[in-house]
């Protein structure tokens, strides 16, 4: 028997459901193989912080270390002042486990109805990087409160981080049927950091030979994400860029309750960590309202990070099963709860 | 009569075709009045740059300066390394003449097609900030080209340049039937930028306390834009996320074709600009098949920010009427050329 130690950070809102729903199918997708799972939850996200103020302690990132990979529901919560949980809490996981690639897909599964009036046949996937650009935490304010005010944010990108999320980037283009890889950035304005990921894009491109490329800046690619978004393949792009533009890629292919997110760690050097791409979404927490697909979407990423592919195809295909059946119901109907829809797709996993 | 002394700028690419019917239409619009325009030319851009090596000099500028506007076309050419014009003319035009609100209004007009399914009644304006942000130029790189690379953007905020074009974003939403501003940020990650933003959008509603507000993230907006766009009345956001929603904010409205934007001096300390949104387009520059309705949009901007806001209005309302005529045609007709547009629009405003 193989045993994967899962660390779970359900976190806020409605983290807690969608990871229940999420560890369902887990469990159903490894039932009666010889793949055993048994998960450590961490106690990690706003109660904890109201309750001792700490966000990652030193012994909670040694603890989520030992283990195979992390899954997690959501962080965030009005109660806490903006960017305490997200950059002591979310972003230090990332940074921490060295986690480079934020790996994002977007498609639009039959059934599920797109907002854009012909969307195409939209399957690409983002490879934001993860553990630079504007997310570094490299500002600081001056003079704070007075009309002297002056804040600064610094985008940090160095070739090492640049390169490496690059050439992942190209090793997922070659594996795909299009092999095509689009860069993201805004070179005309940001000159520095612009430059340095050209570079390294034509640099890497001699290695992967049969790899195309195109370039677009970050304006026009939100402009091609709503007029023709079936052009892309793989996006490479910056932490901020890669932020902004997989929000809008989930909303082309029907919402950030379906998107699926990994934050990888390609040298295996620290667990990856699979988590939806929406947040805890307070107004609706504890009412079953969630829907769990983007979290189970992510069950089927860290299936395939863990390099049990099969049950991660089944997980997917058992998603994909479920969008097309709901696009058949009457509109109208019954809305299933979070907890129906987890329960409905371990069940199509379980087959 | 009144003298208007206009400073034009057509650039690059379709820049001269479409400042040319933009400049005819603004002759149309003040013709029989006593208002007399006069132009400057100004030769910038990448011709310029290739005979001379010269963006924009400082007796350019000082020139540019004597006008009470400036009609600008399009800026950049594949000709020239990415940056050097961007930087050295377009961006230098906007820091020098201090234009601290890029305004850019996203209509979706009557009988104009938009990518999305439901769009809903679009009708919003974007304060972008223009003199801060990442778009400063405070950044470098070290060992350049070497795998120790390290290239740095430096966004930089203040007090003064915030609260300047807060306010202007706060008069233009009470000047609106809806009055509504919403701040688009990133304040949980760029804490310090971002929190500077907030705590000043807070401070200024007191002065204008029958204007709501609310706040989104960046990422989140390109949801809204997509899923529910007809929710924004007034946006303010700094320069760079400003130059990535106003692009996506065109395509829900019909397209980079038909989106113009005044980059404003509110202290009149120097003329304002006035653009259309779309770029040089070099791959159709020359033939005739540029839309000038952008440009034709910027002249009406240009018209009310010179006070003639009756002849604003005729030009904008030309626009609305030639895009609702545009809709009855048969599909797959004859394609109008760049200078019928710009005849068929001159001949309504002349009336
Ligand atoms: C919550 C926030 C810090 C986070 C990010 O900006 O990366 C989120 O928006 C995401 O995309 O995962
Ligand atoms: C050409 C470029 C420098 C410019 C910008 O980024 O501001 C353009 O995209 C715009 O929006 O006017």
Known sequence: TRSIDLAVVAGDGIGTEVVEQGLAVLEAAVAGSDVKVTTTEFDLGARR??????????????SVRRHDAILLGAIGDPSVPSGVLERGLLLKLRFSLDHYVNLRPAKLYDGVTSPLAAPGDVDFVVVREGTEGPYVGNGGALRIGTPHEIATEVSVNTAFGVERVVRDAFARAQARPRKHLTLVHKHNVLVHAGHLWRRTVEAVNAEFPDVTTDYLHVDAATIFLTTNPSRFDVIVTDNLFGDILTDQAAAITGGIGLAASANINPDRTAPSMFEPVHGSAPDIAGQGKADPTATVLSVSLLLEHLGLTDESKRVEAAVAADLAERSSLPPGGRVRTTAE??????ARVAG
């Not at 001792?52 to 909670?60: K, P, Q, S, V």
């Not at 829809?341 to 371990?346: D, P, Q, S, Y």
């Open 341 to 346: 829809v987890g329960r409905e797709l371990a």
């Open 49 to 62: 912080w109201h309750a001792t103020g700490e966000t990652l302690t030193d012994a909670d990132l040694e």
